[in-house]
């Protein structure tokens, strides 16, 4: 049972009191939503495209310095649930609001941090101030959005989430260019702050919310069911492994372009990052694929797309490492919405804290590949981080071929 679950008694919810497409308030509500999925991924990999100008400014290695992403990515995947759970209680309008207007101003500190001890304890702040937005965006879609124009409200709402994690990164490359990381960080501050405003004014008030008691047991108790639950976990290890790739190579790159034989300047690093675009049809395809070939062998082009990117990155040609990450971009999200889309079909109850268990599975993949990738290269370059992934997709299949041997022993008659 989920907090949710908890509502003593729920009036049934009028379908006229919906927003419908065509609407001045449909269109507030997802304009709004749409700035708010900017602003948050604009602070969340803020510094992600910085990492090498931090490193020289402050004297640190690249996995120290990849302490200032992946913090704030383990921030948030700790917040996630508690987020989602208050959400409940107080509504899901004032939290989101809550929730980027604490990053941004967040963000308008960072720049200012003196060492990297305060640079990763605010980042560390921010993550946990940001998870209010995906935990609840969501659910306040399904409530208040017309079920005919659900698909495309959520569409929109992750069109901003990958327009602000591209932007962050092209953004911050750029300026930092010309005026060095910390007035980067205050630029992308100073846009998150102005989205934050917009969110706020322009969110129309909740028609469809009713509020419900918080109740930690009956929580604990669902995370306990939904952990119980081997394909569920399966489903979690392969979000957990697919970012975990992802953020070290992400992560990494930076250092890998900015040094020899490539010696990039910091604005063309930020501009490969329009990679990151790849994302969006690779999800979409995904789909298709899972059509065609079925969730598992989507999982597996997924993960020899990764793979056969990662394998890529080993040569010295810009080309070829252009290449191996449009392949390492589009592998990961044909993973990841494979994996995260399949958490609502497994779950049979209380699928939106099944849905928060898989991004705190990711987030937490974020962070711990992040730190592992740049440790790797900071111990014996690019090619250890390249083996630090295709370790990690090798985990990945051999998940997803034990998930078949189970189902396929599962389904042998007993004699």
Same mark, same amino acid.
């Given at each position: 049972? *989920?907090?949710?679950?908890?509502?003593? *008694?729920?009036?049934?919810?009028?379908?006229?009191?919906?927003?419908?497409?065509?609407?001045?308030?449909?269109?507030?509500?997802?304009?709004?939503?749409?700035?708010?999925?900017?602003?948050?991924?604009?602070?969340?990999?803020?510094?992600?495209?910085?990492?090498?100008?931090?490193?020289?400014?402050?004297?640190?290695?690249?996995?120290?310095?990849?302490?200032?992403? *992946?913090?704030?990515?383990?921030?948030?995947?700790?917040?996630?649930?508690?987020?989602?759970?208050?959400?409940?209680?107080?509504?899901?309008?004032?939290?989101?609001?809550?929730?980027?207007?604490?990053?941004?101003?967040?963000?308008?500190?960072?720049?200012?941090?003196?060492?990297?001890?305060?640079?990763?304890?605010?980042?560390?702040?921010?993550?946990?101030?940001?998870?209010?937005?995906?935990?609840?965006?969501?659910?306040?879609?399904?409530?208040?959005?017309?079920?005919?124009?659900?698909?495309?409200?959520?569409?929109?709402?992750?069109?901003?989430?990958?327009?602000?994690?591209?932007? *962050?990164?092209?953004?911050?490359?750029?300026?930092?260019?010309?005026?060095?990381?910390?007035?980067?960080?205050?630029?992308?501050?100073?846009?998150?702050?102005?989205?934050?405003?917009?969110?706020?004014?322009?969110?129309?008030?909740?028609?469809?919310?009713?509020?419900?008691?918080?109740?930690?047991?009956?929580?604990?108790?669902?995370?306990?069911?939904?952990?119980?639950?081997?394909?569920?976990?399966?489903?979690?290890?392969?979000?957990?492994?697919?970012?975990?790739?992802?953020?070290?190579?992400?992560?990494?790159?930076?250092?890998?372009?900015?040094?020899?034989?490539?010696?990039?300047?910091?604005?063309?690093?930020?501009?490969?990052?329009?990679?990151?675009?790849?994302?969006?049809?690779?999800?979409?395809?995904?789909?298709?694929?899972?059509?065609?070939?079925?969730?598992?062998?989507?999982?597996?082009?997924?993960?020899?797309?990764?793979?056969?990117?990662?394998?890529?990155?080993?040569?010295?040609?810009?080309?070829?490492?252009?290449?191996?990450?449009?392949?390492?971009?589009?592998?990961?999200?044909?993973?990841?919405?494979?994996?995260?889309?399949?958490?609502?079909?497994?779950?049979?109850?209380?699928?939106?804290?099944?849905?928060?268990?898989?991004?705190?599975?990711?987030?937490?993949?974020?962070?711990?590949?992040?730190?592992?990738?740049?440790?790797?290269?900071?111990?014996?370059?690019?090619?250890?981080?390249?083996?630090?992934?295709?370790?990690?997709?090798?985990?990945?299949?051999?998940?997803?071929?034990?998930?078949?041997?189970?189902?396929?022993?599962?389904?042998?008659?007993?004699?």
């Amino acid at each position: 049972m *989920s907090p949710a679950d908890t509502r003593a *008694s729920v009036p049934a919810v009028d379908a006229d009191a919906k927003l419908l497409p065509g609407t001045p308030a449909y269109r507030r509500a997802i304009v709004a939503l749409f700035a708010a999925g900017t602003a948050t991924f604009l602070l969340l990999y803020s510094t992600q495209g910085l990492l090498p100008v931090i490193s020289d400014e402050l004297r640190v290695t690249p996995a120290q310095a990849s302490l200032t992403v *992946s913090m704030t990515t383990a921030g948030l995947a700790v917040a996630l649930i508690p987020l989602s759970a208050l959400s409940e209680r107080f509504g899901r309008t004032p939290v989101m609001a809550a929730s980027v207007f604490c990053a941004a101003l967040i963000g308008l500190a960072v720049p200012w941090s003196p060492n990297l001890a305060v640079l990763v304890a605010l980042r560390t702040l921010q993550g946990v101030a940001l998870a209010g937005l995906p935990a609840t965006a969501m659910a306040y879609l399904a409530e208040e959005v017309s079920t005919k124009a659900i698909a495309s409200a959520i569409g929109l709402y992750v069109a901003g989430n990958s327009i602000g994690g591209m932007a *962050s990164r092209v953004i911050a490359g750029f300026v930092a260019q010309f005026a060095g990381w910390r007035v980067a960080l205050l630029v992308l501050g100073v846009l998150s702050l102005a989205c934050a405003v917009a969110f706020r004014l322009l969110v129309p008030p909740a028609r469809c919310f009713t509020p419900a008691r918080i109740s930690p047991r009956a929580l604990a108790r669902t995370v306990g069911g939904h952990l119980g639950n081997p394909l569920l976990v399966r489903l979690y290890l392969l979000g957990m492994l697919f970012m975990a790739v992802f953020g070290s190579v992400y992560t990494v790159l930076g250092y890998r372009l900015t040094a020899a034989p490539f010696r990039l300047p910091e604005g063309l690093v930020g501009s490969i990052f329009l990679v990151y675009l790849v994302g969006t049809a690779s999800s979409a395809a995904a789909g298709r694929l899972v059509s065609r070939l079925g969730r598992r062998g989507a999982l597996h082009v997924g993960t020899a797309a990764v793979a056969a990117g990662l394998l890529l990155t080993f040569c010295d040609a810009l080309a070829a490492v252009l290449g191996g990450l449009v392949l390492i971009t589009a592998g990961f999200f044909v993973g990841h919405a494979v994996a995260s889309g399949a958490v609502g079909h497994t779950a049979t109850a209380a699928r939106a804290q099944a849905s928060a268990l898989y991004l705190t599975a990711y987030y937490i993949g974020n962070s711990v590949g992040g730190t592992v990738g740049a440790a790797a290269y900071h111990g014996a370059g690019w090619p250890a981080t390249v083996l630090v992934g295709l370790a990690a997709m090798a985990c990945a299949a051999g998940v997803t071929l034990y998930g078949a041997l189970r189902e396929r022993r599962a389904a042998v008659p007993v004699r």
